[in-house]
Nanobody
Framework: QEQLVESGGGLVQAGGSLRLSCAAS????????MGWFRQAPGKEREFVAL????????AYADFVKGRFTISRDTAKNTVFLQMNSLKPEDTAGYYC????????????????WGQGTQVTVSS
């Protein structure tokens, strides 16, 4: 099981920003695609953003395009999710994932999840 440790969640007003971090081992960072997912109470976990080797870059869910940016620091083996212009509907637990690949926004093959970090956006 690859260890992923998220941080950076919190409470923010609508229109505000947060940056989430996901720290991984060097092996994980080197070997797997990595992504962010979220899950709101009573809803299924959904894809937010990812780094995909097969696509040679990044992909985003439509509802975050232009607001969220996924990036990575290879020296620190860390993936970030910069979230701007936050809306109350962005309130959810945010989870980092490492996977062999992603298909249709879902992890494919081997995959591992972090423990999650809560983001709450007040109106």
């Amino acid at each position: 099981q690859e260890q992923l440790v998220e941080s950076g969640g919190g409470l923010v007003q609508a229109g505000g920003s947060l940056r989430l971090s996901c720290a991984a081992s060097a092996r994980t960072f080197r070997s797997y695609d990595m992504g962010w997912f979220r899950q709101a109470p009573g809803k299924e976990r959904e894809f937010v953003a990812l780094f995909g080797r097969s696509i040679g870059g990044t992909a985003y869910a439509d509802f975050v395009k232009g607001r969220f940016t996924i990036s990575r620091d290879t020296a620190k083996n860390t993936v970030f999710l910069q979230m701007n212009s936050l809306k109350p509907e962005d309130t959810a637990g945010y989870y980092c994932n490492a996977a062999s690949s992603y298909r249709g926004g879902k992890p494919s093959g081997y995959n591992s999840w972090g423990q999650g970090t809560q983001v709450t956006v007040s109106s």
